[in-house]
């Protein structure tokens, strides 16, 4: 049984920074794209960040320069480390699994971020 657990969401003032962290089991990490994606109220679900079995990383253009996706495989652990954060950055961030071979994957339950003006 496939499970994602997030964690490390929470209420913080513009500027500063949160660390995301999403626990896989169930799946062989290596072999999946590990992403997050978050939704904003009223807004269609958008991929954040992703990595790939081979270690390449994208990046949504709005969040270049200041999060930075990573993965402990040892650990089945996939990282979002935010800073600089800021309003519009507020939404429930979701972690994903994707097989490497797949169109679609497994879903965490979200985790809520939100940054005050």
């Known amino acids: 049984q496939v499970q994602l657990v997030e964690s490390g969401g929470g209420l913080v003032q513009a500027g500063r920074s949160l660390r995301l962290s999403c626990a896989a089991s169930g799946i062989i990490f290596s072999a999946h794209v590990m992403g997050w994606y978050r939704q904003a109220p009223g807004k269609q679900r958008e991929l954040v960040a992703r990595?790939?079995?081979?270690?390449?990383?994208n990046y949504l253009d709005s969040v270049k320069g200041r999060f930075t996706i990573s993965r402990d495989i040892a650990a089945n652990k996939v990282y979002l480390q935010m800073n600089s954060l800021k309003p519009e950055d507020t939404a429930v961030y979701y972690c994903n699994a994707r097989p490497s071979s797949a169109t679609s994957g497994y879903w965490g339950q979200g985790t809520q971020v939100t940054v005050s003006s």
């Open positions: 990595i790939f079995s081979g270690g390449t990383t």
